[in-house]
Structure formats: C-alpha cells, structure tokens
C-alpha cells in the first residue's frame, strides 16, 4: 500500500523559506515518477514542480527561480524548497506519484499523471 506524507508546512511571512517534505511508504521513489501541487480555496489543484524518472524538473512559472524540487533516494522522500514566499502561494501543499515511470516535461504537471496522493501540507504566507 502506497502512503505519501507530507510535512513542513507552516505559517510564514512574505519572503520567508519553507520547506516541504514527502516521506513515501510501500513506493520507491528512485526511477518513477513524482510532484507537487498545491491548491487554494476556491482553485484548482495546480501542479508547482515535478521530477521525472530521467532526472527532468519541470516547473510551474509562478515559482521558477524560487522552488526547487529534490528528492533523497536513501531516505526515499521529496523535498520541495521554497524561497521568497509570495501571499499567492499560500495553499494545501499536495506531494503526488505516479505508479509508472516517465519523461519530463509540461505534461508532467497536470494533476491526471499521478496515482497516489498524500494529504497536505499547508502553507499560509502574510504580506
């Protein structure tokens, strides 16, 4: 049974850095396929950045330059560090993988690629 757990959320004010981790149980993260994705009240789920089984990091625009999305295959969990924290990105952090392996690329960020969720992580930025 996959679980995906997701930690290191918080409450931060703008500017401020976070970061995020995914511990995975009953998957392993080395070789597949993995993401981020975040969701405001009222929003759609939003893909923030992925890594893809050939090493690809795909990013959404909003947090380019300001996330980066590592994973630890010894600890077999995700990261995702955020720098520079915006009031917009405040939302339910969400980690996400896939059951199959795959390519980097825009694709990646959609929602519909991953067959695994965790529950979220809040995060809440302040002006």
């Known amino acids: 049974q996959v679980q995906l757990v997701e930690s290191g959320g918080g409450s931060v004010q703008a500017g401020g850095s976070l970061r995020l981790s995914c511990a995975a149980s009953g998957y392993t993260l080395s070789g597949n396929c993995m993401g981020w994705f975040r969701q405001a009240p009222g929003k759609e789920r939003e893909g923030v950045a992925t890594?893809?089984?050939?090493?690809?990091?795909t990013y959404a625009e909003s947090v380019k330059g300001r996330f980066t999305i590592a994973q630890d295959n010894v600890k077999n969990t995700l990261y995702l560090h955020m720098n520079s924290l915006k009031p917009e990105d405040s939302a339910m952090y969400y980690c996400?993988?896939?059951?199959?392996?795959?390519?980097?690329?825009?694709?990646?960020?959609?929602?519909?690629?991953?067959?695994?969720w965790g529950q979220g992580t809040q995060v809440t930025v302040s002006s």
């Open positions: 890594i893809a089984t050939d090493g690809i990091r």
């Open positions: 996400a993988a896939r059951s199959t392996s795959c390519n980097g690329g825009w694709w990646t960020l959609e929602k519909w690629s991953y067959d695994y």
